[in-house]
């Protein structure tokens, strides 16, 4: 009987047509993961022969695979994948080079699903799939994965012969197999030693960011894990690689990230002292000793998907780049990363995660490893594999402008850090990649530049990373690779290379804009999210703000420290710990709408002048309660109230924000909560680095006040009926805290008052140096729906401020007719910087715009 007569139940007539280049994102269209596994099935159980048709359903099975297969839509999707794949790579043979990874990577996935799903022979999907697979294995006498023999033995409940039994983790004998020149085992390593593109291929030093008292501790088994944590462990006379802290994965996360292995390499170059290269040498074995490669997919622990390619793209190659040609880095460790590098590939190969930075950083792991296998007959296929992946996940993960699809400037850095890693390894072979792929790495390396603080660090916007980056030596590499002067200056701090031919930046696609008046470290700066919800990490935190000027961070968003369910890691992710507006104790309420994963509502305007930027954005998507732990459900949210915010940044000086909160008209009155986080004074290298500092709250202004630094005031332009509160470091619930380098206290300042909608709250927001004390006044002139109107006067300023919404039309106010979208009217010069201006006249004069 033919063993595939059983799978007949679940194809689909497959039609003329081949596989697309790239999956489809609509998880119902014909080629989707399930579908294209389907017709698959229905190409083998019409018996379609080996050759062009089946070999491209192969490829196309073994590139797209991720997490959302196994979707309540389409539970069985990933199941009969790797039945179709395993199948094809069987029936395929010797007749194409790649079947190997077809059948292995199929058994694999046909695995893990019967895993999952406990090897229940009521299961009727599973039972027949594997038995199909195992039958048609038998048949033919070849390899079958370990795992489906031993499925098959708990499924029909009786013992089988192991002898053809294989597994995804090559062993020494197996290697030369895979080798376009076989050698003996014992001569692979001193072959691979050899090869001088693999200095080539390491980090420069300037990227490798030693810390030496770090690396000594490691001599000891006390390792730093650094994974949205910043913990220390210490470990006995052998590491845990499985440990798991306080029921938290991040702390095995940064355990098998082995980021204090690479710091090993870099503490052995800058000293040269051989006991760093021994214990990296020491902790290689140790790891791969205690972690074999598993026959299916391991949710958590070292070989996580996403572990599985950091190690590959980042680690492998600097530690051997740095550490390769000394002593302890004999022939035997060479060939075991060979080794370790194809069980990677195998295993990378085999599974995904979700199409997020996890699938970029995969890809770019086996990426990175076959260009750096060249000995293996399958290198340039996994090296196919990665890139088709790649420009799978990239055609969306990237928006046009370049920023990466999870709005944060910490997880943009991750995936692209993988990616011009790939490019490297590919310069270092002197290997070209596809021209999208290189222009699309360039693109998205322009953050780093026009984002970054005039302090040289990246804002914080949704969740990143506990330790402050700072971008510069990204730019400078970046600068080789792409031949970018303004790259160049950035990362050298202005030392070499071009300034960039603009200051203020705007990401059109993303959303996100930057404010500045000058390029340099004594430049004001304000960073605005007009973005959408994103595809992960998020916060919410739409219309935040953060503010920078006279040399440090003024407003900042406080970040997150830990992804354990606590309750600061709660509120770093509300919108309770941003610069925000909240609605009768209500948060913003993003995280129940998928639409908003990619686009938001609204509409975002953005114009930048040599005197002046405006920036104004609106959140329309709903305000919910946000209670700890369940945040609240989908039914809660509230789609009456919308707020819209302006900022105008007259430069250099200060800033105008203007909130308009709408919602149901009447007399009901609504509490509005207008949040702002004073940045903690921040001392790198002291006992306490952040350091909340002191602030004065009235009604009329909050003024931080330390000695010494600079500071800021924030003029409420309409005082009456205003409660203004300062909080740090508070708990049940959680209010004033900071997630940089750990979790402090520091200032969650708001004003608040009770009024009918709409309603407005507007301020200036005037930065100090250090020094200063002197502040403008400030004077309501209108305030209605249409129109916001007021006058700032003090030493050396008296603006005049319009800001008009849509339909307005000319609006007089204090002697000025306005016909435009917003005007700051400067006397006594009357230099007009105004918005969209149609016409301005001032005592009855016309003045030119």
Not at 60 to 69: K, N, P, R, S, V
Not at 111 to 139: F, P, W, Y
Not at 462 to 491: K, M
Request: contains cysteine; glycine residues 6%.
């Amino acid at each position: 009987m033919n063993p595939l007569q059983s799978l007949r139940p679940y194809i689909v007539e497959p039609g003329p047509e081949l596989p697309p280049e790239l999956l489809p994102w609509n998880s119902a269209a014909p080629w989707s993961i399930d579908n294209a596994a389907r017709r698959a099935l229905g190409l083998l159980l019409a018996g379609d022969q080996p050759g062009p048709r089946l070999y491209a359903y192969a490829d196309y099975l073994t590139c797209f695979i991720t997490a959302a297969d196994r979707s309540q839509a389409t539970p069985d999707a990933l199941l009969l994948n790797g039945t179709a794949l395993a199948l094809i790579g069987y029936l395929t043979g010797e007749k194409h080079p790649e079947a190997e990874i077809w059948r292995l990577s199929g058994c694999a996935r046909l695995a893990t699903s019967a895993h999952e799903r406990r090897a229940a022979m009521e299961d009727r999907v599973v039972a027949d799939c594997v038995l199909a697979v195992c039958q048609v294995a038998e048949a033919l006498d070849a390899p079958l994965l370990a795992d489906l023999i031993s499925l098959r033995e708990r499924m029909w409940g009786r013992l089988l012969d192991h002898s053809r039994a294989e597994r995804i983790q090559v062993s020494e004998a197996e290697y030369a197999a895979h080798m376009i020149k076989p050698v003996a085992p014992e001569k692979l390593g001193a072959r691979l030693r050899a090869r001088a593109w693999q200095v080539t291929a390491r980090d420069p030093q300037y990227l490798m960011e030693l810390d030496l008292p770090e690396a000594e501790e490691t001599l000891h088994n006390l390792l730093t894990i650094r994974a949205h944590m910043l913990v220390k462990h210490q470990f006995g006379s052998e590491i845990d690689w499985h440990l798991r802290l306080f029921n938290d994965i991040e702390s095995n996360v940064g355990i098998n990230g082995i980021r204090f292995i690479r710091n090993l390499a870099v503490a052995y170059q800058q000293t040269g002292q051989e006991k760093f290269a021994v214990k990296a040498a020491q902790l290689l074995w140790s790891w791969y000793r205690s972690n074999p490669v598993p026959n299916h997919k391991e949710i958590l622990g070292p070989w996580r998907t996403l572990e599985t390619g950091t190690r590959q793209w980042r680690v492998w190659v600097d530690v051997l780049g740095y550490l390769g040609q000394t002593e302890p880095f004999d022939d035997a460790l060479h060939a075991m990363m060979a080794r370790s590098r194809l069980d990677h590939m195998r295993y990378a190969t085999a599974f995904t995660s979700w199409p997020n930075n996890w699938y970029q950083v995969e890809a770019s792991g086996i990426a990175v490893s076959a260009i750096n296998s060249p000995e293996l007959k399958q290198a340039d296929a996994y090296l196919r594999i990665a890139l088709r992946r790649l420009q799978w996940i990239n055609s969306f993960a990237y928006y046009d402008d370049g920023f990466q699809f999870e709005l944060s400037h910490g997880y943009h850095m991750f995936p692209t850090n993988a990616i011009i890693a790939v490019v490297q390894a590919a310069r270092a072979r002197k290997l070209s990649l596809p021209a999208d792929f290189v222009s699309l790495a360039e693109k998205a390396h322009e953050m780093y530049l026009f984002a970054a603080q005039p302090d040289h660090w990246l804002p914080t916007f949704n969740d990143c990373n506990a330790i402050p980056t700072d971008p510069a030596p990204t730019l400078r590499f970046a600068a080789e690779v792409f031949d970018r002067d303004d790259f160049l200056w950035g990362g050298t701090y202005g030392q070499e290379g071009q300034a960039p031919n603009h200051t203020s930046h705007a990401w059109t696609s993303a959303k996100y804009y930057a404010m500045r008046d000058r390029w340099g470290e004594s430049g004001q700066y304000l960073f605005f999210d007009g973005a959408a919800w994103g595809a992960s990490h998020q916060h919410e935190d739409k219309l935040n703000f953060i503010l920078y000027s006279h040399g440090r961070l003024l407003i900042g968003d406080p970040n997150i420290y830990s992804y354990s369910l606590t309750e600061l890691t709660h509120y770093f992710k509300s919108s309770r710990s941003h610069n925000l507006i909240m609605i009768d104790g209500l948060g913003q309420a993003r995280r129940f709408d998928p639409q908003t994963m990619l686009v938001t509502e609204g509409r975002n305007e953005w114009v930048t002048q040599p005197g002046f930027d405006f920036v104004s954005s609106e959140y329309l998507e709903g305000y919910a309660p946000d209670p700890f732990p369940g945040r609240g459900d989908a039914g809660q949210v509230d789609k009456r109230f919308s707020q819209r915010r302006s900022i105008f940044y007259v430069k250099p000086g200060y800033w105008i924000l203007s909130d308009l909160v709408q919602g149901p008209p009447g007399n009901d009155l609504h509490q509005l909560e207008q949040l702002f986080h004073l940045a903690p004074l921040f001392r790198p290298g002291a006992a306490i680095p952040l350091e909340a500092g002191e602030v004065a709250v009235a009604p009329e202004a909050v003024v931080s006040r330390n000695a010494g630094a600079a500071n800021i005031a924030i003029l409420p332009i309409d005082s009456t009926g205003l409660q203004a509160r300062a909080q740090k470091g508070e708990t049940s619930p959680a209010v004033g805290w900071y997630g940089v380098l750990g979790e402090f206290p520091a200032w969650d300042v708001t004003l608040e008052r009770s009024t009918a909608l709409p309603a407005r709250m507007d301020a200036v927001l005037f930065p100090l140096a250090a020094g200063e004390s002197a502040l403008p006044t400030v004077q309501r002139l209108r305030s209605d729906a249409h129109v916001t109107a007021f006058r700032i006067q003090g030493a050396g300023v008296d603006d005049l401020f319009i800001l008009c919404e849509e339909g307005s039309g000319p609006v007089s106010v204090a002697g000025v007719t306005f016909h435009g979208r917003a005007l700051l009217l400067r006397r006594p010069t009357l230099q007009a910087l105004a918005v969209d201006a149609k016409a301005l006249t001032v005592d009855g004069e016309t003045v030119a715009l």
